[in-house]
């Protein structure tokens, strides 16, 4: 089923800068799709494409159908959880508790619920028992997993994640691609992310789309475009 189609999607910011151009992805339910290529080829700017943070100059997104445009934009952040390259850019709260809750206070889940939900997402994550923790003094990888919990309390259809393993070390790189592997596989949820590391693309992605200077110069299966002889 298709989850999410961007259709002949051209950006162009303020200052003249054709960031992206003639982008056409389709990409399905359960799909693990990596985005590569080298610094400023288009990667964040494709990626804020797909909850709203930006919208195409000319073009279209679709999450389930659903335009990706100002007025479903509530709908689309409940479908497309991201998460940001720099944890502290995400997290604001002053307790892991705290910054779990404040997406599902946001939908208006209380009571029973919403702690019903924030333990589940902290169990998924690995992180129980962290609940009074700042997520200041946690470690790259806990605070990756922290932002990680509250885009799942949602229970988004998509997870985006923008160089998910740029600021971990190997130990905390294997861990959170497992983690990513098995949120994948138990609940079914799509997940895109860019990397310019390209040694962790076969190890999480099952389809891949290469970048450069805006235009997607190559895509298929991992085996495809990693492998073809
Ligand atoms: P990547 O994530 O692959 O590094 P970006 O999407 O950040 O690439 O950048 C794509 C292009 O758009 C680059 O040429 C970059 O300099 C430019 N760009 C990014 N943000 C802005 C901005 N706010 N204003 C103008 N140009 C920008
Ligand atoms: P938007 O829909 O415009 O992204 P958000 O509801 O995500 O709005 O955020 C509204 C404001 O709250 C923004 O200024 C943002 O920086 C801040 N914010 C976002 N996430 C959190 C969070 N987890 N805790 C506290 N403040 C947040």
Same mark, same amino acid.
């Given at each position: ?48 494409? &797909? ?32 998460? &940001? ?11 892991? &508790? ?57 229970? !988004? ?6 160089? !998910? ?60 475009? &990693?492998?073809?002889?």
């Amino acid at each position: 089923m298709e989850l999410i189609k961007v259709s002949e999607v051209n950006y162009v910011y303020n200052d003249g800068n054709l960031a992206l151009k003639n982008i056409n992805i389709t990409i399905s339910k359960g799909d693990k799709v990596a985005i590569i290529g080298p610094n400023g080829a288009g990667k964040s700017t494709l990626f804020q494409l &797909f909850n709203g943070l930006l919208q195409p100059t000319s073009g279209t997104v679709t999450v389930e159908g659903l335009q990706v445009c100002k007025k479903n934009l509530s709908k689309i952040r409940c479908k497309v959880g991201m998460v &940001f390259q720099d944890s502290d850019d995400q997290l604001f709260n002053s307790t892991v &508790f705290q910054e779990v809750a404040y997406g599902l206070l946001n939908m208006h889940i209380t009571g029973e619920k919403l702690y019903e939900t924030i333990a589940w997402a902290l169990e998924i994550v690995g992180l129980k028992g962290y609940e009074k923790r700042s997520p200041h003094n946690l470690s790259g990888g806990e605070k990756k997993k922290v932002a990680l919990a509250s885009v799942l309390a949602m229970k !988004p259809k998509v997870i985006v994640l923008d160089e !998910p393993t740029a600021s971990l070390d190997p130990h905390g790189v294997s861990n959170l691609i497992e983690l990513l592997n098995s949120i994948n596989k138990e609940l079914g949820i799509t997940m895109i992310f860019a990397t310019h590391d390209v040694d962790i693309v076969p190890l999480l992605a099952d389809r891949v789309y290469l970048l450069s200077k805006g235009e997607i110069i190559c895509g298929g299966t991992t085996e495809e475009v &990693f492998y073809r002889k």
